[in-house]
């Protein structure tokens, strides 16, 4: 059996450790291992190399992927599937597995249609995959948001300035709730919930009232003020999945604040930080557990699923139950996080 690993879409902190997972199992299985370079591109264009024991040592601790990525779509590439179905053939390759978010995982779900044979593994800082409970990259974005909410807080409160800390969650609000309620922010906004700027100001000034000269506001990229149909963007540029760059609701935030209140405020936008750094234990151990689970699967020949934790367990779940759409962050917490400020 020979197997061809690849990591796409836009990356995060453990990937290595699913990597090293991957390899070092398949090898213990006596299977043979080809990384893919730089994602879906890698297959297309034809960038692979053979990988070891050796290729993996000493990454589990490093960011990012020794792979590389990309955001390359196949399907919008001339000859992309062409390409693809004749490098497997070159290469002798019975087996992809697919490390990444819902692009990536959507490419192996439609590969699928073709005969080639997928298994994914979730990776996506914005934990916004369905059928698995966390993502790979997660923990460690919102460890990296909360040491930011921190200390955002001692300097809100020297200067009595209202910190609004921008998030990336593109469709789902997962950072901001999370880091949120970790961090004590006094207002979470999710992609999930429209807001108004009335409630936002009213928090901020029954906390003044109560003698709490500060706030703390973090806000994911892609929430919106309620009536208002499209998101903050940077620019109108599409990426070959069609997503545009989001920001700039921080900004747009602050100044509001500014204009309606006396108070002063200060905009944040953690951007990519969010996705490199050192991994937390438990994105390490999550991603050594879904790695060596994807080989499991294709050694028992369970294609077009996704290795994914749920409640704890590993388990295999269907693309078709996973792909297309996203797993929004649960309401009910959403409601706990708002007792507090
Ligand atoms: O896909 C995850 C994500 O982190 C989104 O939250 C964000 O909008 C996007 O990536 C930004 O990606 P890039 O700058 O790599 O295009």
Known sequence: MRIALLTGGGDSSAINAAIRAVVCKALSEGFEIIGIKRGWRGLVYDEVEPLFRGSVSGIIQRGGTILGTSRHN????????????SNLRKHGIDAIIAIGGDDTNGVAHRLAEY??????????????????????????AVAVATDALDKLHTTAFSHHRIMVLEVMGRDAGWIALISGIAGGADVILIPEVPFTLEEVISRIEKRHKANKHFSII???????????EEQFVQDQKKDPFGHVRLGGIGNWLAAQIEEKTAYETRVT????????????????????RLGAYAVDMIGQGDFDHMACMRSGEVVSVPYDEIVGEVKNVDLKLYELSKLFF
Request: with cysteine; net charge negative.
């Open 218 to 228: 973090v806000v994911s990229e892609g929430a919106k003020p309620a009536g208002q």
């Open 74 to 85: 196949p399907f919008k590439t001339e000859s992309g599937l062409e390409n693809i179905m």
């Open 269 to 288: 936008h953690l951007g990519h930080l969010q996705r490199g750094g050192v991994p937390t234990v438990t994105d390490r151990v999550l991603a050594t």
């Open 115 to 140: 005969g080639v044979k997928c298994v994914g593994v979730p990776q996506t800082i914005d934990n916004d995959l369905r059928g698995t409970d966390y993502s790979i990259g997660f923990d460690t």
